[in-house]
Each structure stands twice: as structure tokens, then as C-alpha cells.
């Protein structure tokens, strides 16, 4: 009963809000993030509404982005919109959650995205009604190992101990593609770990765990205390021999490099990339959605000041999220904005 309340209020409230916030809003129902699709855009939002935004782990760069966007919004319209930032397992529970109406907002990696709306991959068999408020910044694969382990490739792996990030994040989905593309079974050839980001780390530096996998904007601030604190136990591999493999899986990837300013390591790291995206409900209201999106983009100075991986965040790449299909209220922002 309480579930089919949300959705009549078109997901008004995360779940976890509770009668509270109803209070706090004086009781009355809003139907501020339902959206009217013959309606024109106006990029007002009238009434008092709460939103909730799904980013990933603690200690990585959509936790940190996540946060400072929500300061922001609540920032740019004067309270009327009031955003609150959670930490989640990341992009394929974001994208789930977003879905069932927990969050109005969520971050995801546009592999993920892509296979949602294609009812691929961790979504077989049930395209999902998301749309995108804009691309945002690029995560890069960041496969580390331990000095003195015998791993200086993907294929090494196998019977090493590995994280492959929180279960459902998109990290765990690109290490068990990447797994794949160099011949092993991620089930069986490699003992999995499926940690977050902070116990990850944490393992690296005891010696519990061989080699991680994370997909993060740079710096990672777990990725920087790694490198901190064990720099000459940890060693980045070039994963890049398997980036015609993994096109094959998702034309999404692309290759990159971290710099190698980033986390003081000797030289540039070649490295696998793939764009990140900022979600929404396809039924999110189109005022809302414009008011988010040039929220984004108007207070982008603060999310630089929390994470300069947010320097991505442009005006150019912003309308880049296909297959996934802009939200019209984000159409009318970025045309605004342009």
C-alpha cells in the first residue's frame, strides 16, 4: 500500500522520507515530480518539493559530486527545491532504485545506462524508463595490483583474490566484462570480492586481496589514500589491450589515460573510459528536470571545488547521454543555457 501511495504522489518522496516530510510540507500533496507531457516547459517549479539523489560509494568521486550537486540545488532555487544526496552500491542499483521511485535523481555510467534501456545485461529482458539530464564527467577503469603478486595483466588474475566493487555497481559490471575479454570466467577463474570502495582499499594495504577494480572520476579519493599511504606495494595495469574486446560488449568504451599528476605515479596509465550520466524517471516533471538541469550547470564551480573530475561537466558533451534519450525539461535547459 505504501509503495502504490508513492507512486500515485508520482515519487514525490524517496523512500525513507516518511510521513515527516509530509508534515513538513504542510500535508499536502505534490505533484511537482509527475510530468504533464502536454504541458509546455516553463523551468519554474511552483511548488515546495523533495528530491533524492543516488550517487555510489563513500570515499569515490559520485559520493563527493552527489552531495555538493544537492547543496546546489537547494542553493539555486532559494530552498523550493530541497535535495538530499545518498550513498548507494552505484549504477545498476541506482538505476533499479530510480525505477522503482526511491530516488529522483541517480548517477550511473553510461554502459550501464545503455544496457538499461536496451533491457540488456543486468536489465535482460526489461528495458527501463530512464531518461538523462546530461552527460557528465568520464570514469576511468582503474585496475591496481600488488607489488609481488605476478599480476601485470587482466589474464594474471586468475585464482588471485579480486575486488570487483559493490554488488550491482557499474564497477562490478565493467571488471566482469574485462575478466571476460581476457578469457576468464569471473565466477569461477578469479576469487571474486565484491567490496566497496573503502574496504577495498583497506584490503590493498593489509595484503587480504591481490588486485581491485574501480571505475571512478579523477582522483578517486580512495584511489589517492591507496596511493597515499601504499604507493611502493600498488601498481596500475595498462588494461587497454582488451578495449576492442569490451567495444564488442558496449561501443561506450573508449580509451584514455590518467595523468600521471593524478596520483603521482611515474608516467600516464592507459586506461579504459566511459561517460557518466546524470538519470532521471522518463514521468520526472519537465519544470523540474529544466530546474535540475541548469542547476548543474550554473552552480558548476561548487562541484569543480568538491571534485575536479566535475571539470568534465560541459555544456558541449552535456546532450551526448544517447541511447539513453535526453528528459524534455533537460532539452529546455541546455537549449536555455546554449
Known sequence: MKRRWIRLLGGVLALGVGATSLAGCGGRRDDAT??????????????????????????????ALGNAYAAQISTATDGRVKATAAETGASVQNIQQLV?????????????????????GAFDGEPQPIRALARIHTNYTQVIARNGTGISRVEDLRGKRVSTGSPKSGTEVIANRLLESAGLDPAKDVQAQRLDLAKTVDAMKSGTIDAMVWSGGLPTPGVTDLFTTARNRVTFLDITPLLPAMRTISPEYEQASIPA???????AVPTIAVPNLLLVPETLDANLACVLTKAL?????????????????????????????LHRGAEKALEELR
Not at 261 to 267: L, N, R, W
Open 34 to 63: 509527475t510530468d504533464d507531457a502536454d504541458a509546455p516547459v516553463t523551468c519554474e517549479v511552483e511548488k515546495d518539493t523533495r528530491i533524492s539523489i543516488a550517487t555510489g560509494n563513500a570515499t569515490g568521486v559520485y559520493f
Open 100 to 120: 522503482r521511485g526511491d530516488y529522483q535523481v541517480a548517477f550511473s555510467l553510461a554502459d550501464s545506462a545503455a544496457d538499461a534501456v536496451a533491457g540488456k
Open 261 to 267: 599528476a593524478t596520483y603521482g605515479t611515474p608516467a
Open 297 to 325: 550547470f550554473e552552480q558548476l564551480p561548487a562541484l569543480v571545488k568538491a571534485n575536479k573530475a566535475a571539470e568534465d561537466i560541459t555544456l558541449e558533451s552535456a546532450p551526448d547521454t544517447e541511447p539513453v534519450k
